[in-house]
Nanobody, 125 residues
Framework: QVQLVESGGGLVQAGGSLRLSCAAS?????????MAWFRQAAGKEREFLAF????????NYADSVQGRFIISRDNAKNTAYLQMNTLRPEDTAVYYC?????????????????WGQGTQVTVSS
C-alpha cells in the first residue's frame, strides 16, 4: 500500500517562501509513478498545482503558480518537493501530494489513486 506523508507547512508572511515535502513509501520503486501537488482553500474545490514524472523528471504547472512554485523529486529518498516562492495570502490552503501509478489525467484529482493527509499553509498579509 502506497503511503504519502506531507510536511513543511506553516505560517509565513506574504513574499516569503516555504518548501513542502512528500515522503512516499510502500513500494521499492516509484519510477513508473507521477507525483503531484494540489491545494484546497476553505470553501473551494481542490486545485491542481503541479506534477512531475518520477522517471525523467518532466514537469507541468498550473498557470496560477507557474514561475513561483517548483516541483522536484529525490529518487534516493522517495520524496517529492514543492518549493513555493513569493507567497501570497491567496496561497493559503491545505496542500496535498498525490501519486498516480500509471497513465492518467494528471491535472485533475481523478487522475490520482493515492493521497497524503495534507499540510496547512497560511500566508499572512
Amino acid at each position: 500500500q502506497v503511503q504519502l506523508v506531507e510536511s513543511g507547512g506553516g505560517l509565513v508572511q506574504a513574499g516569503g517562501s516555504l518548501r513542502l515535502s512528500c515522503a512516499a513509501s510502500g513500494r521499492s520503486s516509484f519510477s513508473s509513478y507521477v507525483m503531484a501537488w494540489f491545494r484546497q482553500a476553505a470553501g473551494k474545490e481542490r486545485e491542481f498545482l503541479a506534477f512531475i514524472f518520477w522517471s525523467g523528471g518532466g514537469t507541468n504547472y498550473a498557470d496560477s503558480v507557474q514561475g513561483r512554485f517548483i516541483i522536484s523529486r529525490d529518487n534516493a529518498k522517495n520524496t517529492a518537493y514543492l518549493q513555493m516562492n513569493t507567497l501570497r495570502p491567496e496561497d493559503t490552503a491545505v496542500y496535498y501530494c498525490a501519486a498516480a501509478p500509471g497513465p492518467s489525467n494528471y491535472r485533475t484529482t481523478f487522475g490520482y489513486e493515492y493521497w497524503g493527509q495534507g499540510t496547512q499553509v497560511t500566508v499572512s498579509s
